[in-house]
């Protein structure tokens, strides 16, 4: 059995001094496997999202990524994250953005003098192309829709290629037809180059048809769901 990308052993999760929001959570999450979390609004997936991030500790229990439970000492770009807001330098391009994915894996010198390569620059354009906003590359992104903005965040992952993506409603304000599109994107990252995707969405219905398991928060405590009950048309069978 391979080693997991991420587990959680016993965690509690809240804010210090708070009462939790979530306890006793006991997750493993593999290699190539989406997980989508469910439940209303307040009741801690954000939370959740940004203590697997590393950005708010476990009030208990032990939380490992790659088997590191310092996630300081994990190598850069091994844990992506597509916050609420997004994250986007809104003065900078759709391809500037995209390109910030790649970051994390440059060389000093390239960082420093912003020098990226040929290959760094190819596949920007590659996952701006995938998420349909080819012809957007050279605008701003203060100049884009809510929408829009969305794919930008997904094509910056696509470029980073983290072992861990957590992505809060990255899904959120797209249409039908566009939402399929990123969808088989995430997907494409998950099982090719086995990155382990965490997700929440507003939409029940689209994560059972996205995910490998779903987890829902319910009176304190985080439940496994049957996974797959429904499929979105354009994946048709088993993911």
Request: a negative charge; glycine letters at 10%.
């Amino acid at each position: 059995m391979p080693e997991p990308i991420l587990r959680l052993t016993g965690v509690d999760i809240g804010f210090a001094g708070e009462e939790a929001l979530v306890h006793e959570i006991n997750l493993e999450a593999y290699a190539g496997e989406v997980i989508g979390l469910n439940g209303v609004s307040g009741i801690g997936k954000t939370t959740l999202l940004r203590t697997l991030a590393g950005l708010v500790p476990p009030l208990i229990g032990e939380l490992e990524v790659l088997g590191q439970s310092d996630l300081s000492q994990l190598p850069r770009g091994s844990i992506g994250y597509i916050p609420q807001r997004l994250g986007l330098v809104h003065h900078q391009t759709v391809g500037y953005n995209a390109l910030m994915g790649a970051l994390p894996g440059a060389s000093w010198w390239q960082t420093l003098l912003s020098l990226p390569s040929g290959e760094m620059r190819q596949a920007a354009r590659d996952a701006v192309e995938a998420v349909g906003l080819s012809e957007k590359m050279l605008d701003p992104v203060s100049l884009l829709s809510g929408g829009e903005q969305r794919r930008v965040a997904v094509a910056r992952s696509l470029v980073q290629r983290p072992r861990l993506l957590l992505a809060d409603e990255c899904l959120g304000e797209l249409d039908e037809t566009t939402s399929e599109t990123v969808a088989v994107q995430l997907l494409s990252l998950a099982r090719e180059h086995d990155t382990c995707i965490v997700l929440v969405d507003h939409s029940p219905a689209r994560t059972a048809a996205l995910c490998d398991r779903v987890l829902n928060f319910r009176r304190g405590r985080l439940v496994e769901d049957e996974p797959g009950l429904i499929r979105l048309p354009m994946l048709g069978g088993d993911n």
